[in-house]
């Protein structure tokens, strides 16, 4: 099986890259080669992917360049489509990259996919499309209410997704998932820049009263479920994913602070960020019994695991860190 793998060198893409090659997601899985297309935007690090060689190739391009796609697809049997902006504060910032790439850069893709005679795509998206849900949780048929531009970019792209299945029998499924954290992820977004400030004696930004919540999940659970969706998913179909761990912000921070050995006098309330959504709450019932899938990592390992990770690697982040800051250092 020949894979093209989009943003593959961003947080998400880059793990299940690593983990498919690894042979992570088991028999059948052996012969699959894989090439990622990534336009190393400041999220994307080609050292987060193994070395070429004959089962990885690396691309360094756009999927809004149509030429480039065209001339890259044929020979491949499916897609894992990753490739966004994707920090909602660099969207209250300027909304038009996220639009560029996300939507456009996803029909490019998609219509390439239609020519090329692709198999299987599956769109990776996010529980944020629903907007917020004070109480019960989003089942994959609740309307898209979108409140921030990255929210209403990635909802643009499913709904192309959607139009590409109905118009050009196009087999693509939809995956949205809840907020993902572990290894790698950029020290802009809420878990490793909380951790770093901490690592290096700095306090935290919390917004406003910090009781929004959210569900966090593992990337590697997150990425098992994207591989059984291509695998097993049903065309036209959307799978939310799930099944994490609901924590208000405030609560988080608590963790983190007793993980990095601080306690709450490191923590420094900052405005709310505009638009910002009180509650996500998914619903994964559908994934659950259509496929199998549950996740495995328990949250408070996990999040020992990725405190971890960024005190053994700092060469990673610190680079990152002091070299683009996020706009206004606020985190996701
Ligand atoms: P990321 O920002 O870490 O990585 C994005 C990758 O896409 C980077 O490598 C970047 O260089 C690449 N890229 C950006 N624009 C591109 C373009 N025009 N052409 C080619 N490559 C481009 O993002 P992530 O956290 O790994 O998220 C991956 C996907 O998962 C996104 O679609 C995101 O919307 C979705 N998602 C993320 C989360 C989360 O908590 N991080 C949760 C749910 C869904």
């Known amino acids: 099986m020949r894979i093209l793998v989009t943003g593959g060198a961003g947080f998400i893409g880059s793990h299940y890259v690593r983990t498919l090659l690894a042979g992570g997601y088991g028999p059948g899985t052996e012969d699959a080669r894989v090439t990622v297309v990534d336009r190393l935007t400041y999220a994307g690090n080609r050292d987060n992917l193994p070395a070429a060689d004959g089962r990885i190739d690396f691309v360094h391009g756009d999927?809004?360049?149509?030429?480039?796609?065209?001339?890259?697809?044929?020979?491949?049997?499916?897609?894992?489509?990753?490739?966004?902006?994707?920090?909602?504060?660099?969207?209250?910032?300027?909304?038009?990259?996220?639009?560029?790439?996300?939507?456009?850069?996803?029909?490019?893709?998609?219509?390439?996919?239609?020519?090329?005679?692709?198999e299987r795509v599956v769109h990776i998206s996010t529980d944020e499309v629903y907007g917020t849900i004070d109480e019960g949780s989003w089942t994959e048929d609740f309307p898209l209410l979108p409140n921030s531009p990255y929210a209403a970019s990635k909802a643009s792209s499913d709904l192309i997704a959607r139009a590409y299945w109905r118009t050009h029998g196009l087999d693509v499924s939809v995956t949205r998932c809840?907020?993902?954290?572990?290894?790698?992820q950029h020290p802009e977004k809420l878990i490793p820049r909380f951790?770093?400030?901490?690592?290096?004696?700095?306090?935290?930004?919390?917004?406003?009263?910090?009781?929004?919540?959210?569900?966090?999940?593992?990337?590697?659970?997150?990425?098992?479920a994207v591989h059984l969706?291509?695998?097993?998913?049903?065309?036209?179909?959307?799978?939310?994913?799930?099944?994490?761990?609901?924590?208000?912000?405030?609560e988080l921070t608590r963790q983190i602070l007793q993980l990095c050995g601080?306690?709450?006098?490191?923590?420094?309330?900052?405005?709310?960020?505009?638009?910002?959504?009180?509650?996500?709450?998914?619903?994964?019932?559908?994934?659950?019994?259509?496929?199998?899938?549950?996740?495995?990592?328990?949250?408070?390992d996990g999040l020992a695991?990725?405190?971890?990770?960024?005190?053994?690697?700092?060469?990673?982040?610190?680079?990152?860190k002091h070299h683009e800051p996020a706009p206004g250092a606020r985190p996701a």
Request: charged residues 25%.
């Open 305 to 320: 695991d990725t405190v971890a990770w960024y005190r053994d690697t700092p060469a990673w982040w610190k680079a990152l």
């Open 195 to 224: 951790v770093t400030n901490l690592l290096e004696g700095e306090p935290v930004p919390v917004y406003g009263s910090g009781t929004n919540r959210r569900e966090w999940l593992h990337v590697d659970d997150h990425c098992r």
């Open 63 to 118: 999927i809004c360049d149509r030429e480039l796609i065209e001339q890259l697809l044929p020979g491949h049997d499916v897609i894992v489509h990753f490739a966004a902006e994707s920090h909602v504060d660099r969207s209250v910032d300027g909304g038009a990259e996220f639009f560029r790439t996300n939507a456009l850069g996803t029909q490019t893709l998609l219509e390439a996919a239609v020519h090329a005679g692709v």
């Open 229 to 250: 969706v291509l695998m097993r998913g049903r065309a036209g179909e959307i799978y939310n994913v799930g099944g994490g761990n609901e924590l208000t912000n405030l």
């Open 178 to 184: 809840s907020n993902n954290y572990g290894p790698r």
């Open 262 to 300: 601080a306690d709450t006098s490191m923590v420094r309330h900052v405005a709310d960020r505009p638009g910002h959504d009180l509650r996500y709450s998914l619903s994964d019932r559908k994934i659950r019994e259509e496929l199998g899938y549950a996740p495995r990592i328990p949250f408070a």
